[in-house]
């Protein structure tokens, strides 16, 4: 298990060092296209199927010009600023973003965290980003199954918070392909397939684990161990803040 973690570390680290060299070097000549075919599409004399095709030509761009960013954001994934978080208060947030935006009311969302949660010591933008992309994930599945139940937990164990996004889907046809880059079984256009990569890659920079399997009786779960922040780190926080 020690020599997976240390491989997928390793295949993500060389993986991000090449997207970002190609993906700044995608974007200069994508910056040409779009302004030349936007100044294109500002005449007037354009025929119908002409105004179409151009209109095709800046919508492609911009979605090339969308995963572009994807691309840099997984590269430049990095060690940010760290302090004292809060996980339940982002398991909150992550699932009621979520929540907000669902309109199918046959998919239902149960949380049962507990209310005494340690904090960890970590970074509370990345973190809520990972729990925000396992939760979209989730449901994008109930979605495609035509509904069911996300359950998302949150326990103490030892010296670990145990956080846990368990599903009704259909589960995962290769989980233990989930964490590889550009690895996706979605439709082309939906995903990039960097989505839970970056996951692995901030669960990893806070120290911890994350694993994924599907359930016996059907779904999928995603387990992320994360451990409790330590007196050290709290005297520390303590002292940048006196």
């Known amino acids: ?35 030349y075919s936007e100044k294109l599409w500002s005449k007037e004399r354009l025929t119908s199927e002409q105004d179409a095709l151009v209109r095709k030509i800046v919508n492609q761009s911009q979605r090339t010009r969308e995963l572009i960013a994807n691309l840099l954001s997984f590269a430049q994934q990095g060690s940010g600023e760290k302090t004292m978080v809060d996980l339940r208060t982002l398991l909150q ?22 209310p005494h949660l340690p904090p960890v010591w970590g970074d509370g933008h990345q973190l809520f980003q990972a729990f925000a992309q396992i939760v979209e994930n989730s449901l994008d599945a109930l979605e495609e199954a ?52 970056a996951v692995y890659g901030v ?16 779904g999928a779960v995603f387990v992320l161990h994360l451990p409790v922040a330590n007196q050290t780190e709290s005297h520390a926080l303590a002292a940048a803040q006196s």
């Open 203 to 218: 669960v990893q920079d806070h120290r911890g684990q994350i694993t994924c399997h599907n359930k016996p009786e059907g």
């Open 1 to 35: 298990r020690l020599q997976s973690h240390l491989v997928q570390r390793e295949k993500l680290a060389s993986l991000g060092q090449l997207v970002a060299g190609a993906a700044r070097e995608i974007d200069h000549p994508l910056t040409a296209v779009m302004e």
């Open 93 to 114: 947030r992550s699932v009621q973003m979520r929540g907000l935006q669902q309109h199918d009311q046959k998919i239902r969302i149960e949380t049962a965290i507990d």
């Open 146 to 197: 035509g509904g069911g139940l996300l359950q998302v937990s949150a326990r103490i164990q030892a010296d670990e918070v145990v956080v846990q996004f368990s599903d009704s889907g259909p589960g995962i046809k290769e989980p233990q392909k989930v964490f590889d880059p550009f690895y996706t079984t979605k439709p082309i256009g939906k995903g990039t397939g960097l989505g839970l990569s």
